[in-house]
């Protein structure tokens, strides 16, 4: 047989002969290989002359030069031996490495074996200190060349130091004007305080947004306030979704103390907490260092594809993730994380029966130019953040850079989300056509598949997906929110999500936002939800957010714990029709929002409260909701499942199910299929019970404490209401004078404004009892005329302290009381009663400068009746070009 490689036979070392079979040439990688040889042997030969390749970069090479003889005239194979194999920069497949249809390539394990290729480094040379933490020295770390923050010991994922250990803490509330920051309680951060500045910034603090997590560096914290201050920018404000909000740090030697745990300080000292058992003196430990594994890198926009490729069999460990200086955040989905397998413009490629784990970021993404490719077989499992993406987040104009009809069957993708929990287990964006199936989704902290990229009815490209037979568990653990087992976004027309199995989702629903079994979110249309079976789910079974004629038929829905099925927006066309279902459950109510209205329609349905309780929709009983059109052939009776607590829901004979049009369907076929190993690896998962936090603490009394030393020159004061009018009046922090420090706020009165009590500011402390004191230090220039004053609730508003300041005087109730000094600081301290504790009197003392504070004891309240605290504020009522400053504004209240 003529051989492909004869015409360039001088090229290639003169022993070169080709193992090959009759209808492929075949290429050989071992580990013990050498890329400067032919790799046609599979082992070397005697004289080591020559022998297998001894990577996947130099088999592609090699190929490179087959092809180059001339065109493929039979399929390539390259071989890969057992065994590990460094991977130290990503294999890059490009448009000249591609098969053709009749003659593909494929690298793939050789029968029998498991080659694994680690873009990993082994950490050895462990030491015991004398408080049970062992060290290791990374050199490299020292010399600014590497670092690490992910670390894997015998197999498991390390934890990397944290504080607290389990759960959370809380900021009680935001700073707006500097940067990412917020207020902390003095506890959680004090051991911050003993963090150099230099390793400050690699400490991580992970911030918790309903759906979605922020990582941010600490820029500097602040004793006295006490607050944090953070690098880089969140998708939203802290505290904007929830108050309390919550958030966990990382990455600092005081936070060492649980075993499992590690620190990699920047003088290369790598520290570890062993767990009980493990022996740091035979223990493989290691450390990523590339940050991809494999890059199909076409170029679809120039029509040059990565084209009839295939990985099979080879398995890909340990991955890099470092987060940027800047940190890292994003509103939903993990969405700008990289996969550590990615491709454009790649058509027939396929990853068979292979193995992507111990990374920090997503597994694999088809992303922009894909077609015709599929993912098969493939065990994915502790990702950084989730595992399969298909398509992008935005619509590319051009055809041939829109990705399309891939495939992700029969795979199992376990444990994800262990550095971005807002991550998703499969995500398909702008993309038409895939075939998400059979695939076995668990342990994320969020959504299992999500489906389209669109808030609204404005054009998509997720149509006719399918998204059937995948066994989908164990999602949510209590720690995000606003999830689903499966998710949809937008018009998704054609869309096919049946034959599911959805169970244990939980979602953190501390503020109103749930875990569902089906969600059909923002603008999804066109849906067919049938053949499902969901159970075990935090508030709901299934929820349309917002959407358009989609169908949820024939499905068992049971046991969520807060309400069963949900319609959110009423909108002017059919939200849904829901037909033909089982809703089983035990306690609380069968509908979670308002349904009484004729655009969702309910019929033919069948509803079970296992404990007999009798069943309301929303406001009224079945009689009543059958008046209003709904359920006129449904049935309010016992199912007969063999089993249900035991997750069993066959029907027994005699089921009153086929009365109302319920189809059987066998729910045992959702998830992977295959040889007995591949089944049992998918049910090996060990899922303890979920446990949610506890409740978070009640949130301290509203507080300032605001030197204006973080807040950027001309911002304005942190948690108030600010009114200007823009006519010359202002407030803004500034740099011309200040009490302490090199800043204070500046108010800019002007003539001729609309409202004379403008400019001013307020807060709204909402104080109801014990005492609250309010300090501050003024600089009064000469002109200016001013209120500082505390009001309750209602209309007409109560008064308690206030003060009047005009023409150099300080006056209360009408009364003189002191003359201040133009150009001067000053400083007010002011204290009051609350609720019980009210007097109907506050106290003030006022400290002039070089002089001891002058008091003033028992001053009557404005009013008589006020004992609560709603308004705290400044205005200028100058009427004229005045200039006034404030600095160290300090509110607290202390209860009784």
């Known amino acids: 047989m003529s051989h492909p490689l004869r015409a360039f036979a001088s090229i290639l070392l003169p022993a070169l002969i080709f193992a090959s079979r009759s209808d ?64 130290t920069a990503p294999v890059v497949f490009t448009p000249e490495d591609s098969g053709t249809e009749k003659c593909p390539v494929s690298y793939e394990a050789a029968r029998g074996a498991k080659p694994v290729f680690s873009g990993g480094r082994r950490i050895t040379g462990w030491q015991r200190g004398a408080d049970g933490i062992w060290t290791a020295q990374a050199p490299e770390v020292a010399a600014g060349r590497w670092y690490s923050e992910q670390l894997w010991v015998n197999g498991r994922r390390a934890t990397r130091a944290r504080s607290p250990n389990k759960f959370y803490y809380y900021m009680p509330r935001k700073i707006s004007h500097a940067g990412p920051a917020f207020v902390a309680n003095a506890a959680d951060i004090q051991p911050l305080l003993n963090v150099s500045k230099d390793k400050l910034r690699d400490v991580t603090v992970v911030a918790y947004h309903s759906w979605e997590v922020s990582r941010h560096r600490v820029a500097s914290v602040d004793a006295k306030v006490p607050a944090v201050v953070c690098t880089g920018g969140a998708p939203w404000a802290f505290c904007e979704w929830a108050p309390n909000q919550r958030y966990h740090l990382e990455n600092f030697r005081e936070a060492l103390d649980a075993p499992g745990e590690w620190f990699l300080d920047r003088d290369g000292t790598l520290c570890y907490k062993p767990l009980p058992g493990e022996n740091m003196a035979r223990a493989e430990v290691v450390a990523p260092v590339v940050e991809q594994f494999v890059n199909f890198a076409g170029e679809p926009d120039k029509g040059r594809f990565v084209e009839h490729l295939t990985l099979k069999g080879l398995a890909f460990r340990h991955g890099q993730y470092v987060l940027p200086d800047k940190g890292h955040g994003d509103g939903q989905a993990a969405q700008s994380i990289p996969a550590m397998i990615m491709a454009d413009g790649a058509r027939h490629i396929a990853i068979e029966d292979c193995e992507v784990g111990h990374v920090g970021i997503y597994g694999i993404w088809f992303r922009r130019g894909c077609r015709d490719c599929r993912v098969v077989h493939t065990y994915l499992h502790d990702l950084g953040a989730g595992g399969v993406r298909i398509g992008e987040t935005g619509i590319q104009s051009a055809e041939a850079n829109r990705t399309a009809r891939i495939v992700a069957d029969n795979n199992i993708l376990h444990r994800g989300g262990r550095v971005f929990p807002g991550c998703v287990g499969v995500w398909v964006g702008h993309s038409p056509d895939n075939a998400v199936t059979h695939n076995d989704i668990a342990d994320f902290y969020y959504t299992g598949i999500s489906v389209g990229w669109r808030w609204g009815y404005a054009e998509s490209l997720a149509k006719r997906n399918k998204i059937e037979f995948n066994h989908i568990h164990h999602i949510g653990w209590g720690v995000l929110s606003d999830m689903g087992g499966v998710y949809t976004l937008g018009p998704s027309e054609g869309t096919s999500v049946s034959h599911n199995r959805i169970h244990d989702v939980y979602s953190y629903d501390r503020y109103g936002r749930g875990g569902w079994g089906l969600y059909t979110d923002e603008g999804s249309t066109g849906i067919r939800l049938e053949n499902n079976l969901v159970y075990h789910t935090k508030t709901g079974s299934f929820h349309q957010h917002y959407g358009r004629e989609n169908i949820v038929r024939n499905n068992i829905l049971a046991y969520s714990m807060d309400g069963q099925v949900q319609r959110s927006r009423v909108e002017p066309h059919r939200s849904f029709a829901f037909e033909n279902n089982i809703v089983y459950w035990r306690g609380g109510p069968l509908l979670g929002r308002p349904a009484k209205d004729t655009n969702v329609t309910f019929e033919s349905n069948l509803y079970w409260e296992e404990s007999g309780e009798p069943i309301q929709f929303n406001d009224v009983n079945f009689e009543k909701w059958q008046e209003l059109g709904k359920d006129t052939k449904s049935l309010i009776a016992d199912p007969k499942f063999v089993n249900p607590r035991n997750g069993d829901f066959r029907l027994r004979p005699g089921s009153p199910a086929a009365k109302i049009g319920f189809k059987p369907f066998d729910y045992t076929k959702a998830g992977v299929y295959g040889d007995r190993a591949w089944v049992r690896l998918a049910a090996s998962g060990k899922y303890p019970p979920v446990e949610f936090a506890p409740e978070p603490p009640p949130r301290p ?61 307020f807060f709204d402390p909402r104080h109801t009892n014990g005492v609250t004191r309010f300090s501050f230090d003024l600089r009064v220039e000469p002109g200016a005329v001013l209120f500082q004053e505390w009001r309750g609730e209602g209309h007409p508003y109560r008064v308690g302290p206030s003060l009047w300041i005009g023409n150099g005087k300080l006056r209360v109730h009408d009364k003189e009381v002191l003359e201040l000094p133009a150009g001067k600081w000053v400083r007010f301290e002011i204290s009051a009663g609350l609720g019980p504790q009210s007097t109907g009197a506050w106290d003030l003392a006022v400290t002039l400068p070089g002089e001891s504070p002058r008091r003033f004891a028992g001053l009557k309240n404005g009013s008589p009746d006020w004992k609560t605290l709603h308004w705290l504020g400044f205005c200028s009522t100058a009427n004229a070009k005045t200039v006034f400053y404030l600095d160290n504004l300090r509110l607290e209240n202390a209860a009784p």
């Open 24 to 87: 492929a040439a075949t290429f050989h990688v071992a580990p013990d290989g050498n890329d400067s040889w032919s790799g046609a042997l599979a082992r070397p030969n005697r004289d080591r002359s020559d022998g297998p390749l001894a990577s996947l970069q130099g088999a592609r090479d090699a190929v490179r030069k087959l092809k180059a003889a001339g065109p493929l005239s039979e399929p390539v194979r390259v071989v890969v031996a057992g065994g590990n194999y460094a991977l």
């Open 701 to 761: 009394p509203f507080a300032v404490a605001n030197d204006f030393e973080f807040a950027p020159v001309g911002s304005t004061v942190d948690d108030a209401h600010i009114y200007v009018e823009k006519k010359g009046d202002s407030i803004a922090v500034t740099e011309e004078t200040a009490a302490s420090g090199r800043r204070s706020l500046k108010i800019t009165d002007a003539p001729g404004l609309a409202a004379v009590y403008n400019p001013h500011f």
